[in-house]
Every structure is written in structure tokens, then in C-alpha cells.
């Protein structure tokens, strides 16, 4: 690929497994991005030693207690901009973002979220699928719009639940899995494929009706 990488900034809060496989990958040219910088919003997330440690510019920016989030997300959006990213990857970010500030990035943010969206969004995905005796559960990467969880999903992959999981286990297959599709869907939306357009994501020209199912083969 000859064509300028388009840059990505990767927010997260804790300890950015998903963020570092976003960098390693990069540093395959064929994936058509490069990790601009990193944003947390906890300062003492370990994710952002490993971002400097990769060579990334990575910095905390911490929300004022009892700020209203306008104000953060103004903030946000400036450190943000100051990158002038193609696209924002959220990678674990614990913090929901305000309509004006999604508004500013229309269709430029992505999200992983480990289950099978539309079921369980929100948290502790892998105890409710548990309590509810899901035998199938995993991760998607969606379009981030202002419904939590809730935007247009782009590619899932998925795991067993075998009678013997528990919580940590399944949070380790899933974390396996994530490390897989969120690359995968970056690099189809900094190569051109991948598109947000009335409310749908667009692959190859296409509406999805349904997300791409990651069958473990790597898909380019
Ligand atoms: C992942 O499970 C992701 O799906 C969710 O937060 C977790 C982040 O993990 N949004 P890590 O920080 O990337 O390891």
C-alpha cells in the first residue's frame, strides 16, 4: 500500500490489551493506519506505559470531579483533534460520550464491546451471560452512535460457553477473540472498505444487514 496511513487515536481506560494489538498490527503497512496516539481517561491506566513503550504518544486526560461531561468532552475532543485523526477507536473506555461530542466524529468512531450485540450491552457482559445460560457469547466492533452500545455493528466473533466457565475464563477467550476483529475492522475502514451511511455500516459498497462473522480465518 503506497497511499499516507490514516491516522487512528485508541482511547481507552485500563490496561489496553486491545489497544496494543492496534499497534503492533499497524506496523504491518497492508493495514493502512497508524496509531496517531493514545487518550486515557485514568490516569494511572497501565495501558499507557504500554502505548510509550510501543513508541506511541499517549497521555492521561482525567475528568474534574462533578464536571459535567460537556466540559470533559470538549477537552477530549481538543487533545483528540490535535492528533487529526481519520478515525477514534474506543479500546476499553469506561466513560459514555455525549451526543455533541459523537456528533463531531460522525461515523469516525469504533467501539469493541464483548458480547454478541445486540444482547448484553452495558457491563459485566460475561457474568450476565453466565446467569443466563447463553450457550454461545463473544465480542463485536461497532459504529459508536449516541445509543450506548447501540450503533451499527460491524463484525462479531464467537466462542462455545462450556459447562465448566466461569467469568475470568470467558473474559480470556473473548479477549482472544476481540484481539482479532478490532484490527481486522480498522483496517477495513482506513483501507476505504468500511463506511457509516444512514444509520448502517457499509462494507465493500454494501449495507450489512447482519455483522461479519469472524470464522478464525484472518479475512482481508
Ligand atoms: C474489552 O473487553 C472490550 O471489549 C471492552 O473493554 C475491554 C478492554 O480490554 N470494551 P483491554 O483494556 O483492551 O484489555
Redesign the pocket.
Known amino acids: 500500500m503506497s497511499a499516507a496511513p490514516e491516522r487512528v487515536v485508541v482511547l481507552?481506560?485500563?490496561?489496553?490489551?486491545?489497544?496494543?494489538t492496534l499497534i503492533e498490527r499497524s506496523h504491518d503497512p497492508a493495514m493502512g493506519y497508524q496509531v496517531a496516539g493514545v487518550i486515557s481517561d485514568q490516569a494511572q491506566a497501565a495501558?499507557l506505559e504500554v502505548a510509550a513503550d510501543l513508541g506511541v504518544p499517549a497521555r492521561a486526560l482525567a475528568p474534574g470531579k462533578g464536571a459535567p461531561r460537556t466540559e470533559y468532552d470538549d477537552k477530549l475532543a481538543a487533545a483528540i483533534d490535535e492528533y487529526a485523526p481519520s478515525l477514534v477507536a474506543?479500546?476499553?473506555?469506561?466513560r459514555i460520550l455525549s451526543p455533541p461530542f459523537v456528533a463531531r466524529y460522525p461515523g469516525r468512531i469504533l467501539?469493541?464491546?464483548?458480547s454478541l450485540l445486540p444482547k448484553y450491552p452495558g457491563l459485566d457482559t460475561h457474568r450476565r451471560v453466565l446467569e443466563a445460560h447463553e450457550r454461545q457469547h463473544g465480542?463485536t466492533v461497532h459504529f459508536v452512535t449516541d445509543e450506548l452500545d447501540g450503533g451499527p455493528l460491524i463484525i462479531q466473533g464467537r466462542i462455545q460457553v462450556e459447562a465448566d466457565d466461569d467469568a475470568a475464563s470467558l473474559?480470556a477467550r473473548?479477549?482472544v477473540l476481540?484481539h482479532r476483529i478490532y484490527p481486522l475492522a480498522v483496517r477495513w475502514y482506513c483501507t476505504g472498505r468500511l463506511r457509516y451511511g444512514a444509520g448502517r455500516a457499509w462494507l465493500d459498497g454494501k449495507a450489512l444487514a447482519d455483522p461479519v462473522q469472524y470464522d478464525g480465518i484472518e479475512v482481508h
Open positions: 481507552i481506560s485500563g490496561r489496553g490489551s486491545n489497544m496494543r495501558g474506543l479500546a476499553g473506555f469506561m467501539n469493541i464491546h464483548p465480542a473474559e473473548v479477549h476481540e
